[in-house]
């Protein structure tokens, strides 16, 4: 495989893992628009079950715990995630309303009709978006709400050197009006649309990065796995910066009817 090929998804897990405990966010997105994302989901009451599917360490969830009752579960596929998870809960006094635990996205630990509220910040893609709304909705109450975030093309046609990096790490991505009718035809009322701004990228995701890798490559140092890893996330960020204009990430929320 060239290194013209490679995705994030070619590397030990464990290594990925290592590399994205030490950012607060293991995908773009910042505390504003999970709040934005919130606004648009009726209110809740202190009953309400929430699962945060995909939840990494839990930087958006601790935003969404601190401005919504009842009880979150996190989930991840990651033991190291889900302990990052849990202590950040506790540091944040959350505990008792907030709790990580292992699982599959694919196999979750609900019964049918149990949860108020479904959300997945950059996260369904393992899934496969139509999947999971198909797979998910059945969680969900009736009048319930999912809130997903999501790489989306913001264009019918783009450069083909963007296009095929996507091709190749994510060949679901698709312009919003598709992902919105594929909401609609899952059995969700899209509620609303928006696309994250540029700072969930640059401020919120890349720039932080920057210390990281340094830090990472010491660590590793002769590691050509880590040292790879390294050179994807800064290609990513190379790529992003010059074709912004053309995809990003994209927040669906929908209710089920």
């Known amino acids: 495989m060239s290194n013209e090929n490679i995705s994030i998804h070619d590397f030990d897990f464990n290594l990925i893992c290592e590399y994205f405990t030490n950012l607060e966010r293991q995908g773009p997105g910042s505390p504003e628009v999970t709040l934005k994302a919130f606004s648009f989901i009726e209110p809740l009451t202190d009953t309400a079950r929430i699962a945060d599917i ?21 989930i991840d596929l990651f ?46 893609y393992n899934i496969g978006f139509e999947k999971g709304l198909n797979e998910w909705r059945k969680l969900l109450k009736r009048g319930g709400y999912i809130a997903i975030s999501e790489a989306s093309w913001f264009t019918v046609e783009r450069p083909a050197e963007i296009h095929d990096f996507w091709m190749d790490a994510y060949p679901e991505i698709d312009t919003v009006s598709h992902k919105v009718a594929q909401m609609e035809k899952a059995g969700y009322v899209p509620v609303a649309t928006f696309i994250l701004p540029e700072n969930c990228w640059t401020d919120h995701f890349y720039a932080p990065q920057v210390t990281v890798q340094e830090m990472f490559l010491q660590q590793h140092a002769g590691n050509p796995t880590a040292e790879m890893l390294v050179r994807e996330q800064r290609r990513e960020k190379s790529l992003y910066d010059k074709y912004k204009e053309y995809y990003g990430y994209v927040f669906y929320i929908g209710k089920k009817i």
């Open 54 to 74: 995909g939840c990494g360490t839990g930087g958006q969830t601790m935003t969404l715990a601190q401005h919504c009752p009842g009880q979150i579960t996190g």
């Open 79 to 124: 033991p190291l995630f889900i302990d990052l998870f849990n202590r950040n809960a506790a540091k944040h006094n959350l505990q008792d309303r907030v709790k990580g635990i292992t699982g599959d996205m694919a196999s979750l630990p609900f019964k049918e009709e149990e949860l108020d509220l479904i959300w997945s910040e950059g996260s369904i």
